[in-house]
């Protein structure tokens, strides 16, 4: 089983929806959760940080964790079309002192 | 501030060549990162340091060495570059103090081995 696995996409929505993307992850013992940001040829970029069950909100993103389902999600509400990127999501794996990333889910908002 | 640099952005090398990728960051920051990234596999960890003076492998170590030169600096080496190494190269750097946990990654280096 994969450390931590999300759907490759592309995950296409339009214009002022809301896109959703989801991320499970194996290491019962985690505590710290994180979504990045990748445009293409640029590097990722700190969007939300999570470390509590329930919901966290910042500007039109909202992150979601639910430690007992081992499960974190990211809603972006008015979708527009620079969100159109790559996001990752990552966790701090027990024991070890760097974070673990899955391998992303493209997204694509059409105007 | 520049956060986190990385030289070179893009190098091209032949099979067997050894290059150093080097990265600094100006945040005062501990820990320090390699990743590699391939098309469809995400970020790979390939070598950390958490603190001045210490390195830790990660996932992908093989074919690798670095230094952590001091607390500003944290370098790669290839010794003898392989077509398989042949991948996108991010630095990066963790503030965890505060409470706040953020990872800050360089521009990357480009790197093809032929």
């Known amino acids: 089983q994969k450390e931590v696995e999300q759907n490759s996409g592309p995950l296409s929505v339009p214009e002022g929806a809301i896109a959703s993307l989801n991320c499970t992850y194996s290491?019962?013992?985690?505590?710290?959760f994180f979504w990045y940001r990748q445009y293409s040829g640029k590097s990722p970029e700190l969007i939300m940080s999570?470390?509590?069950?329930g919901d966290k909100e910042d500007g039109r993103f909202t992150a979601q964790l639910n430690k007992a389902s081992q499960y974190v999600s990211l809603l972006i509400r008015d979708s527009q079309p620079s969100d159109s990127a790559t996001y990752l999501c990552a966790f701090d794996p027990t024991g070890r002192r760097a974070l673990t990333f899955g391998s992303g889910t493209r997204l694509q908002v059409q105007p | 501030n520049a956060g986190v640099t990385q030289t070179p952005k893009f190098q091209v090398l032949k099979t067997g060549q050894s290059m150093t990728l080097q990265c600094a960051q100006d945040m005062n920051h501990n820990s320090m990162y390699w990743y590699r990234q391939d098309p469809g596999m995400g970020l790979r960890l390939i070598y950390y340091?958490?603190?001045?003076?210490?390195?830790d492998k990660g996932e992908v170590p093989n074919g690798y060495n670095v230094s952590r030169l001091n607390k500003r600096e944290f370098s790669l080496r290839l010794e003898s570059a392989a077509p398989s190494q042949t991948s996108v190269y991010f630095c990066?750097?963790?503030?965890?103090?505060?409470?706040?946990?953020?990872?800050?990654f360089g521009p990357g280096t480009r790197l093809t081995v032929l």
């Open positions: 340091s958490a603190s001045e003076g210490t390195t």
């Open positions: 990066a750097s963790r503030d965890i103090a505060g409470g706040a946990d953020t990872q800050y």
């Open positions: 290491d019962r013992g985690s505590q710290s």
């Open positions: 999570i470390y509590s069950n």
